[in-house]
């Protein structure tokens, strides 16, 4: 079966500029959650969403913002782009509550 | 802040031989999982541990638990140089939210 679909790759950006990632989630799988990955700060939560609804949320500002599709498709957006967000973004889909992840390759953005 | 800490940061084993990594974490679970990263991609999921279990086996992994400690440990064993890549564990809060909260890391080198 396909796995966690991501798009783009790869995202170059300018400081003030916004930015839209793609994620196509294992089909059947309803829960869609996103992560960050910094050298300097590992691996943190962004937010989850499940059936269209936003479940949770982890400490990020209001500039990150994520949506769910009823395909369960799920974009993220980052608005007013800071040095400090260039980071790999992680997708991840789970079938279950509290079950395993499967992660998508992620996107590698770069903010210039 | 991350949930976890891993010991060690880093580790570096010749092939064939066993590879122990540790985790700690903060606060009750619900479980603990263990994922595998290459090179800055996507991360795959190696075994899930429920707080009520004690050892898991999965072909050369074995991982324990001690929620009294609140510590987890994953060997690998008869590594090869395939298993260079980056350790972490992920924890599901026992607080009902869905989402994992990720640990320092281990980056595993095994030489040929």
């Known amino acids: 079966k396909a796995g966690v679909t991501q798009t783009p790759r790869y995202l170059i950006k300018t400081r003030g500029q916004q930015v839209t990632l793609s994620c196509s989630p294992i089909s059947g799988h309803r829960s869609v959650s996103w992560y960050q990955q910094t050298p300097g700060q590992g691996l943190q939560f962004l937010f989850e969403y499940f059936s269209e609804t936003q479940r949770n949320k982890g400490n990020f500002p209001g500039r990150f913002s994520g949506r769910q599709f009823s395909n369960s498709r799920s974009e993220m957006n980052v608005s007013t782009l800071e040095l400090g967000d260039s980071a790999l973004y992680l997708c991840?889909?789970?079938?279950?509550?509290?079950?395993?992840?499967?992660f998508g390759s992620g996107t590698r953005l770069t903010v210039v | 802040s991350q949930q976890g800490e891993e010991d060690p940061q880093a580790l570096s084993i010749q092939e064939g031989e066993n590879a122990t990594m540790n985790c700690s974490y903060k606060?009750?679970?619900?479980?603990l999982q263990w994922y595998r990263q290459n090179s800055g991609r996507g991360l795959v999921h190696l075994i899930l541990i429920r707080s009520n279990e004690r050892e898991k086996h999965s072909g050369r992994l074995r991982v324990t638990l001690d929620t009294s400690k609140k510590s987890s440990s994953l060997l690998i064993t008869a590594s090869r140089a395939a298993d260079t890549a980056s350790y972490f564990c992920?924890?599901?809060?026992?607080?009902?939210?869905?989402?994992?909260?990720f640990g320092t890391g281990t980056r595993l080198t095994v030489i040929p």
């Open positions: 991840a889909s789970s079938l279950a509550e509290a079950g395993s992840y499967t």
């Open positions: 606060t009750s679970i619900n479980n």
């Open positions: 992920a924890t599901v809060l026992k607080t009902g939210a869905n989402n994992l909260f």
